[in-house]
């Protein structure tokens, strides 16, 4: 997909006329989730990185110093923490999983003006995130977010996580889908640079972080970064009525169309 030169585009530059321009024909919405669908002001990930940190320091025998490193480190050479401890140490990641994923979820609240605009948005609704479907499944309870088609954790990619080209892969394939059908939402600018490069619309949300690196306010996105907003709500809620005209203008074309045919 061709970049205009005024990509990314900032929550300010919102418009229907570019919602409807740039995400006519997209039927397939896939959604990351850890500080993608709630805000990272949570700190949810912070009680799971804790939790990583102990388990590493636990595995190897080294000190909370090098255990923070060590989870830092094959975060960012691997995709994820479980990653490099699979290829590294040959770790079982089901139990790895449960083990860092048994934390407080109490600071997340129901969200439903998100699950009606989510809804709203014509096409499948699909998670995607490199944390296991079970801990997926406890995060959009608590948010009360019922409203996707399915869950792919790392497990149903084959423990591939983003941004292996084969995680991505693995979603595609499971439901058949044409990635220029498609839109990925992320909170890791580098998880969007294959879907990019597929055809899929890109969203860009939060601040953005390269794994366990934190980005400058002024970090410029690369290419891949199609759209960049730091409100989900508002962004979906914007999205989802300018799709939905489009829909609506389509319906009405037809039905003109086939009022004028002969009979």
């Known amino acids: 997909m061709d970049k205009p030169a005024s990509f990314p585009r900032p929550m300010r530059d919102i418009d229907a006329a570019a919602f409807r321009q740039d995400f006519a024909g997209v039927d397939a919405w896939i959604f990351d989730l850890d500080n993608t669908l709630y805000s990272p002001e949570v700190r949810l990930f912070s009680q799971i990185e804790a939790r990583m940190t102990a ?22 050479e691997h995709g994820t923490t479980l990653a490099g401890l699979m290829a590294h140490h040959g770790i079982d990641p089901e ?13 997340l609240t129901p969200e439903p003006a998100l699950a009606q605009a ?56 499971a439901h058949g889908l044409n990635p220029a059908r498609c839109a990925m939402f992320e909170d890791d600018p580098r998880n969007l640079e294959v879907p990019f490069s597929l055809g899929m619309r890109t969203i860009l949300v939060g601040a953005g972080r390269h794994g366990p690196d934190e980005l400058p306010e002024d970090h ?4 891949h970064v199609l759209w960049h907003t730091r409100d989900i709500l508002t962004f979906v809620t914007a999205l989802a009525g300018a799709v939905a005209d489009v829909r609506s203008s389509q319906a009405t074309l037809s039905t003109a169309e086939a009022d004028h045919e002969p009979h």
């Open 55 to 76: 388990y590493v320091q636990r595995l190897l025998g080294v000190d909370a110093a090098e255990a923070d490193r060590l989870r830092a480190h094959y975060w960012r």
């Open 95 to 107: 139990s790895y999983l449960a083990e860092v994923h048994d934390i407080d979820f109490a600071a």
């Open 118 to 173: 989510i809804r709203a948005l014509p096409g499948l609704k699909i998670i995607h995130t490199n944390a296991d479907a079970a801990y997926a499944g406890r995060v959009l309870a608590r948010r009360e977010l019922d409203v996707f088609d399915a869950v792919h954790g790392i497990g149903e990619v084959g423990y591939h996580p983003k941004p292996d080209p084969r995680s991505f892969a693995a979603v595609l394939g």
């Open 220 to 223: 410029s996105h690369a290419g």
